[in-house]
């Protein structure tokens, strides 16, 4: 009887290191294993993180199942090291990955030495011309294959393992074509070496390859260390976010401060912070000022100053003052941890294009064997003398030539490393598929406050009308505004403090979206808000309608004060444009971006904000639930849309945009609600993850046209094509080389875009 599920229980995401990847056909074999995993959702395993990322239900699915579903297939999940790699402080643990990774990169290279040394002492003593230089025991048969035991069977030990269990479930891999081949050779050679005479029968003098087989098998554990160096170099943006986390905080505890490692921080300690330290954790000031270097959070490079009340980040640098701080976020929960988290499984997860890797890689291997099979009967059957030695030779060749590693590295290399450099310049990029989208972009919507303007109004003006003061009006707007949570009201109630006015008490405080506030001051019935508002209420404001144009056209908004049905006066609220503003949006239409500002102001104050920052299409007047409309109406011209928004209440928009980007400190909503968050609040970003898109695109773009261009031409020169017309084979040890050189070339491209310029 199958257990009843809790329907609420959320699916469990996992990622987990898997130990014996070596192409894209792996990739395909462990997915396909983890999928059918009873209770598993999704299953995505990257080739250039050697991860898997699994999401599933938690009754159903355990570790132990996911373990024994990669091992079937023949290879390792390491399950425990997933748990292990996240420290106390809720950050990640460099040392666990790092002390397995050196120490395969150490046994590799043991391999390497072994097997080139020892392949060099048989090609020596058996390479026609060098052979005359070896020395006669080299020359020796016997001596040839004890030399070439150790490679064939210690250094290639784990191609054989990871063929074995591949054949008995009936997949294949590159393993499997390397085993097949260098085996082939050897195999061939022992026969040589046991049964000259035989081969001598056959018409073939009887010339072993031993060094075909131990070169081959040298090289491409050459090819695979230099390739898992180069991978190393791909991650080194998270590196780099693991090494800001201090180790210790300066906690005030009964009176005294005292050193404490930052994983025995609770939310609440209070954390004294000197000039030149790193700030341990998130938090609010809450005593002292200073300014502080945010830029390996934000990648914004001018220090920010900070007083009593503003939120500082952990892992931030103070550069100042002294000042005291309450703790409000601690190990997962910090900024740098979640920036971690969300760089991680966006350089684990899966870009659209890979897809056409992916099934490629499906079919290549069964199609490579075949082709290596036609290679032997067409040669062995048409061939020119020694027809057997020429099947081999060139059979060999193919099997070599044909890896599928570079496709395999193609795609996820360069999502790495595309991800990882928008993470130093402030851009969290949620997944690869975002990253993709991002290059088609042609339209980006912009809310207005708090994306281009800095979300923070102040009060100009206030037009008393019949017997009302100006102090009147502002007191009681302010006394019905204290219990709305609208940028626009508190900037009244500020202006109202600043003035020292006392405020009244409201009742039946009501808010009404897209048209304002209304409630009881002092026994009055009061409303505040836009024409609409005054239209519903039936109040009176056309008279004043030139006051309020006037305020408008200098793009301020304008909010109408009703008391008792009557009307009372006006108060004008201006927001700043953001420093950024004209030069984020400038940025965009030389990439041949069209920008586009939605806002609930109305029309005349909406298009004097933008023309203020060179925006020509501008949606006014817009409700907060009819942004996503507006967004939905923009897609279906054809249009590809970003929407950039707070992340908050703009959640619907960027959700239905083709790409969702919120601007912000990278709060949980944030991140949630938009594909990509950036982090240093700067316009300029926005314009910056475009190009980031292009140049990762074109990255992938040139990847796969090399991986698969190498395949289209080296396959049929290895089957021996150009031979009836130039007399030109394809050396298996020749065709060794270039496939480690197609692997280390892919990866070497994509760390080119490190050095590419987004800003």
Same mark, same amino acid.
């Given at each position: 009887?199958?257990?009843?599920?809790?329907?609420?229980?959320?699916?469990?995401?996992?990622?987990?290191?898997?130990?014996?990847?070596?192409?894209?056909?792996?990739?395909?074999?462990?997915?396909?294993?983890?999928?059918?995993?009873?209770?598993?959702? #999704?299953?995505?395993?990257?080739?250039?993180?050697?991860?898997?990322?699994?999401?599933?239900?938690?009754?159903?699915?355990?570790?132990?199942?996911?373990?024994?579903?990669?091992? /079937?297939?023949?290879?390792?999940?390491?399950?425990?090291?997933?748990?292990?790699?996240?420290?106390?402080?809720?950050?990640?643990?460099?040392?666990?990955?790092?002390?397995?990774?050196?120490?395969?990169?150490?046994?590799?290279?043991?391999?390497?030495?072994?097997?080139?040394?020892?392949?060099?002492?048989?090609? +020596?003593?058996?390479?026609?011309?060098?052979?005359?230089?070896?020395?006669?025991?080299?020359?020796?048969?016997?001596? /040839?294959?004890?030399?070439?035991?150790?490679?064939?069977?210690?250094?290639?030990? !784990?191609?054989?393992?990871?063929?074995?269990?591949?054949?008995?479930?009936?997949?294949?891999?590159? !393993?499997?074509?390397?085993?097949?081949?260098?085996?082939?050779?050897?195999?061939?050679? =022992?026969?040589?070496?046991?049964?000259?005479?035989?081969?001598?029968?056959?018409?073939?003098?009887?010339?072993?390859? $031993?060094?075909?087989?131990?070169?081959?098998?040298?090289?491409?554990?050459?090819?695979?260390?230099?390739?898992?160096?180069?991978?190393?170099?791909?991650?080194?943006?998270?590196?780099?976010?693991?090494?800001?986390?201090?180790?210790?905080?300066?906690?005030?505890?009964?009176?005294?401060?005292?050193?404490?490692?930052?994983?025995?921080?609770?939310?609440?300690?209070?954390?004294?912070?000197?000039?030149?330290?790193?700030?341990?954790?998130?938090?609010?000031?809450?005593?002292?000022?200073?300014?502080?270097?945010?830029?390996?959070?934000?990648?914004?490079?001018?220090?920010?100053?900070?007083?009593?009340?503003?939120?500082v980040v952990g892992a931030t640098i103070n550069k100042t003052g002294t000042f005291t701080f309450q703790a409000t976020k601690v190990g997962e929960g910090?900024?740098?941890?979640?920036?971690?988290?969300?760089?991680?499984?966006?350089?684990?997860?899966?870009?659209?294009?890979?897809?056409?890797?992916?099934?490629?890689?499906?079919?290549?291997?069964?199609?490579?064997?075949?082709?290596?099979?036609?290679?032997?009967?067409?040669?062995? !059957?048409?061939?020119?003398?020694?027809?057997?030695?020429?099947?081999?030779?060139? =059979?060999?060749?193919?099997?070599?030539?044909?890896?599928?590693?570079?496709?395999?590295?193609?795609?996820? =290399?360069?999502?790495?490393?595309?991800?990882?450099?928008?993470?130093?310049?402030?851009?969290?990029?949620?997944?690869?598929?975002?990253?993709? =989208?991002?290059?088609?972009?042609?339209?980006?919507? $912009?809310?207005?406050?708090?994306?281009?303007?800095?979300? /923070?109004?102040?009060?100009?003006?206030?037009?008393?009308?019949?017997?009302?003061?100006?102090?009147?009006?502002?007191?009681?707007?302010?006394?019905?505004?204290?219990?709305?949570?609208?940028?626009?009201?508190?900037?009244?109630?500020?202006?109202?403090? &600043?003035?020292?006015?006392?405020?009244?008490?409201? &009742?039946? $405080?009501?808010?009404?979206?897209?048209?304002?506030?209304?409630?009881?001051?002092?026994?009055?019935?009061?409303?505040?808000?836009?024409?609409?508002?005054?239209?519903?209420?039936?109040?009176?404001?056309?008279?004043?309608?030139?006051?309020?144009?006037?305020?408008?056209?200098?793009?301020?908004?304008?909010?109408?004060?009703?008391? !008792?049905?009557?009307?009372?006066?006006?108060?004008?609220?201006?927001?700043?444009?953001?420093? #950024?503003?004209?030069?984020?949006?400038?940025?965009?239409?030389?990439?041949? @971006?069209?920008?586009?500002?939605?806002?609930?102001?109305?029309?005349?104050?909406?298009?004097?904000?933008a023309a203020k920052v060179g925006i020509a299409r501008v949606l006014a007047e817009v409700l907060p639930d009819q942004k996503e409309l507006e967004v939905?109406?923009?897609?279906?011209?054809?249009?590809?849309?970003?929407?950039?928004?707070?992340?908050?209440?703009?959640?619907?928009?960027?959700?239905?945009?083709?790409?969702?980007?919120?601007?912000?400190?990278?709060?949980?909503?944030?991140?949630?609600?938009?594909?990509?968050?950036?982090?240093?609040?700067?316009?300029?970003?926005?314009?910056?993850?475009?190009?980031?898109?292009?140049?990762?695109? +074109?990255?992938?773009?040139?990847?796969l046209f090399w991986a698969f261009g190498y395949n289209i031409i080296l396959i049929p020169v290895a089957m021996g094509i150009l031979y009836p017309f130039?007399?030109?084979?394809?050396?298996?040890?020749?065709?060794?080389?270039?496939?480690?050189?197609? #692997?280390?070339?892919?990866?070497?491209?994509?760390? $080119?875009?490190?050095?590419?310029? @987004?800003?």
């Amino acid at each position: 009887m199958e257990q009843l599920r809790d329907p609420k229980i959320s699916p469990t995401k996992k990622t987990f290191p898997v130990k014996g990847m070596h192409c894209a056909s792996c990739v395909i074999v462990i997915e396909r294993a983890l999928q059918k995993v009873e209770g598993v959702q #999704s299953a995505t395993v990257n080739l250039a993180t050697e991860k898997a990322t699994v999401a599933y239900d938690p009754q159903v699915v355990t570790d132990l199942k996911l373990a024994a579903a990669v091992s /079937q297939v023949g290879y390792q999940a390491l399950l425990d090291e997933g748990i292990k790699s996240v420290d106390s402080a809720g950050l990640p643990q460099v040392d666990v990955e790092k002390k397995r990774k050196l120490a395969e990169l150490g046994s590799l290279k043991k391999k390497v030495v072994v097997s080139l040394f020892l392949g060099g002492l048989v090609a +020596w003593g058996s390479f026609p011309g060098l052979m005359d230089t070896a020395p006669m025991a080299l020359q020796i048969f016997w001596v /040839q294959f004890l030399l070439t035991l150790p490679v064939q069977f210690w250094a290639a030990f !784990d191609f054989y393992r990871a063929t074995i269990s591949s054949l008995r479930h009936r997949t294949a891999n590159m !393993d499997t074509l390397v085993t097949i081949g260098t085996s082939v050779a050897f195999l061939y050679s =022992t026969l040589v070496t046991f049964f000259p005479e035989s081969v001598k029968s056959i018409g073939i003098e009887p010339m072993p390859y $031993f060094d075909t087989a131990a070169i081959i098998i040298g090289l491409i554990l050459l090819g695979r260390y230099f390739e898992a160096k180069a991978k190393a170099g791909t991650s080194e943006a998270i590196q780099k976010l693991m090494g800001l986390a201090p180790k210790t905080a300066r906690v005030i505890r009964g009176g005294k401060e005292i050193d404490i490692p930052i994983e025995q921080v609770v939310i609440g300690d209070l954390i004294r912070v000197r000039p030149g330290e790193k700030i341990p954790v998130d938090g609010v000031i809450t005593e002292g000022e200073s300014s502080l270097d945010e830029s390996m959070v934000t990648g914004e490079s001018i220090p920010v100053e900070k007083t009593k009340g503003d939120a500082v980040v952990g892992a931030t640098i103070n550069k100042t003052g002294t000042f005291t701080f309450q703790a409000t976020k601690v190990g997962e929960g910090t900024l740098l941890a979640q920036i971690i988290k969300l760089v991680q499984e966006a350089q684990g997860s899966k870009a659209p294009i890979q897809r056409i890797a992916d099934l490629i890689s499906s079919y290549f291997v069964p199609i490579v064997l075949m082709l290596a099979i036609a290679t032997f009967v067409v040669w062995y !059957d048409f061939g020119t003398q020694p027809v057997l030695l020429f099947a081999l030779l060139n =059979t060999v060749a193919v099997l070599i030539i044909a890896c599928p590693c570079a496709m395999g590295l193609a795609t996820p =290399t360069a999502i790495m490393v595309g991800t990882g450099k928008g993470a130093e310049h402030g851009i969290l990029i949620k997944d690869a598929e975002s990253l993709e =989208t991002a290059h088609k972009i042609n339209t980006i919507i $912009f809310d207005k406050t708090g994306t281009l303007t800095k979300g /923070q109004p102040e009060v100009t003006d206030v037009i008393p009308f019949q017997n009302w003061k100006a102090e009147e009006i502002l007191q009681i707007a302010a006394s019905l505004e204290k219990g709305s949570e609208h940028s626009l009201g508190a900037a009244v109630v500020q202006e109202a403090e &600043e003035e020292k006015l006392i405020l009244g008490r409201a &009742e039946k $405080f009501r808010a009404i979206p897209g048209h304002g506030v209304e409630g009881l001051v002092d026994g009055q019935k009061v409303s505040f808000g836009n024409r609409k508002l005054m239209d519903q209420l039936q109040v009176n404001w056309q008279p004043h309608n030139g006051d309020m144009e006037r305020l408008e056209t200098d793009g301020k908004t304008v909010m109408m004060l009703s008391i !008792d049905g009557g009307f009372a006066g006006l108060i004008a609220v201006a927001d700043v444009l953001k420093d #950024s503003a004209r030069e984020g949006v400038a940025a965009l239409k030389k990439l041949q @971006i069209e920008p586009v500002m939605i806002t609930g102001d109305n029309e005349r104050t909406a298009r004097a904000i933008a023309a203020k920052v060179g925006i020509a299409r501008v949606l006014a007047e817009v409700l907060p639930d009819q942004k996503e409309l507006e967004v939905r109406k923009i897609q279906a011209e054809g249009k590809v849309v970003a929407m950039v928004g707070d992340g908050i209440n703009d959640a619907p928009a960027l959700a239905a945009a083709d790409v969702g980007i919120a601007m912000g400190s990278g709060t949980d909503v944030a991140m949630e609600a938009a594909d990509i968050t950036l982090i240093n609040k700067d316009l300029k970003s926005v314009a910056a993850t475009v190009i980031l898109s292009r140049k990762t695109m +074109w990255t992938i773009k040139t990847n796969l046209f090399w991986a698969f261009g190498y395949n289209i031409i080296l396959i049929p020169v290895a089957m021996g094509i150009l031979y009836p017309f130039f007399h030109i084979l394809l050396n298996p040890i020749f065709a060794s080389v270039a496939m480690a050189g197609s #692997s280390i070339s892919v990866v070497s491209n994509s760390l $080119f875009l490190k050095r590419q310029k @987004i800003w």
